[in-house]
């Protein structure tokens, strides 16, 4: 079975700061792996997905994601943190067999002006 | 394309009655995901369907949950009766099918409250 572990359930960055949210997964198969934005009282929204093409992959808002075999890490990054940034950011893996998401616990990104 | 549209929003009802939540999927997407999510759970796949069939429904906690698809663009999820402890924020999503790469497109949710 596959899963992910958000570490940090909270994080806060200043506006204009490096966003760096970590998403560390488990699978005993290679994976797929997503990023998923929440805006307050809105559905999920896909940032980015990784499919085993580039292990960098670039994403909507200017989020960009780096996958680490050797670290079974996926952590999401942004260099400059925007006002409109602050959500919940979920990761999600699927082992590719089939289409079921299993999604982390979420990390709230907070921004301080 | 409107995205996926659940109804209703919010929904507030008293432990025993049945609530029926609604989504419509987006036109031309095959598959139909029913998640739940709680601040103690997270984010829940309760089951999902494709082209109407009903793939993986593991997910659902109990009997009191039934979820169908009368048509391809339209499922509903009920809950019968009802108690506080399912109280929750709802969330359908639709993908155009099974492979492990497509896109799911989430509805805003419906915050159900069993009081």
């Known amino acids: 079975a596959q899963s992910v572990t958000q570490l940090g359930s909270h994080v806060s960055v200043s506006e204009g700061a490096l966003v760096l949210l970590r998403c560390n997964y488990s699978?005993?198969?290679?994976?797929?792996l997503f990023w998923y934005v929440q805006y307050p009282n809105q559905g999920l929204q896909l940032l980015l997905k990784?499919?085993?093409?580039?292990?960098l992959v670039k994403g909507i808002n200017g989020f960009e994601a780096e996958f680490k075999k050797s670290e079974t890490s996926f952590h999401l990054t942004k260099p400059s943190a925007h006002m409109s940034d602050a959500a919940e950011y979920f990761c999600a893996v699927s082992d590719r067999r089939n289409e079921k998401l299993t999604f982390g616990t979420g990390t709230r990104l907070t921004i301080i002006p | 394309d409107a995205g996926v549209i659940q109804s209703p929003r919010h929904e507030v009802t008293e432990m025993g009655q049945e609530v029926t939540l609604r989504c419509k999927l987006i036109s031309g997407h095959n598959s139909l995901f029913w998640y739940r999510q709680t601040m103690m759970r997270g984010l829940e796949l309760l089951i999902y369907f494709n082209n109407n069939v009903p793939i993986d429904d593991s997910g659902m906690p109990e009997d009191r949950f039934s979820a169908k698809m009368p048509n391809a663009s339209f499922s509903t999820l009920k809950i019968q009766p009802s108690e506080p402890r399912d109280s929750a924020v709802y969330f359908c999503?639709?993908?155009?099918?099974?492979?492990?790469?497509?896109?799911?497109?989430f509805g805003p949710g419906t915050r159900l409250t069993v009081l």
């Open positions: 699978s005993s198969v290679p994976p797929y």
């Open positions: 990784y499919t085993s093409a580039a292990t």
């Open positions: 999503a639709s993908s155009l099918g099974l492979a492990p790469t497509d896109t799911q497109y």
